[in-house]
């Protein structure tokens, strides 16, 4: 039997969602490609992966969470966010506390550098936006900032789409599962 979020799916995609789908992934690797160009030897805020920097602002998001919570946030397998925890907490960007008995019950939180990271990413992205912008038309710019409630409430659609689908992977890499994502 179909699950509901498939019997809700359109058949045949609609030319303007594949139109929108297209032009958000050109901007996010737009995006990453002008953040990398931002950092020292063409890498992103702290010389970190863009799994890495998103699992940071999902922490940033989400303060003292638990590794399963950020797991189903990020729909990454269990393993994929021990990698990423570990690799973070290693860095001294994240502090991981409790949980001796059962690594399960841990808590995480940033530490200052990696709130400074997190910061230093978001610096980055807003850089890039201004710089953008201002090559812009007027036109588009209202254009822009009028869509941004409507790109607000997509953003929202799309993670109660995320939400509804209950089960996380199995199996994935923490780089491959969220690099699109940046």
């Known amino acids: 039997m179909p699950s509901a ?7 045949d995609p609609d030319p303007a969602g594949l139109a929108l789908a297209d032009a958000v992934s050109r901007l996010r690797r737009a995006m990453r490609r002008a953040a990398r160009a931002q950092g020292p030897g063409s890498s992103f805020p702290g010389g970190l992966s ?3 920097l998103e699992f940071l602002s ?3 998001e989400n303060p003292a969470a638990r590794p399963g919570q950020l797991a189903r946030l990020l729909r990454l397998a269990p393993s994929s966010v021990a990698t990423l925890v570990n690799a973070l907490t290693r860095a001294d960007l994240i502090i991981r506390s409790g949980g001796v008995d059962d690594r399960r ?5 940033l530490t ?4 400074d990271v997190v910061a230093s990413w978001q610096r980055v992205n807003a850089l890039i936006l201004a710089a953008a912008l201002t090559a812009l038309p007027a036109a588009s710019k209202r254009s822009l900032d009028s869509s941004l409630p409507a790109l607000r409430e997509l953003t929202a659609a799309i993670d109660a789409l995320a939400d509804a689908t209950v089960p996380a992977p199995q199996s994935a890499s923490a780089t491959g599962v969220i690099a699109e994502s940046a």
């Open 5 to 11: 979020s498939r019997q809700s799916a359109p058949q």
């Open 50 to 52: 863009v799994a890495q």
């Open 105 to 109: 019950t841990a808590v995480l939180e």
């Open 112 to 115: 200052p550098a990696g709130a």
């Open 58 to 60: 999902c922490l940033a």
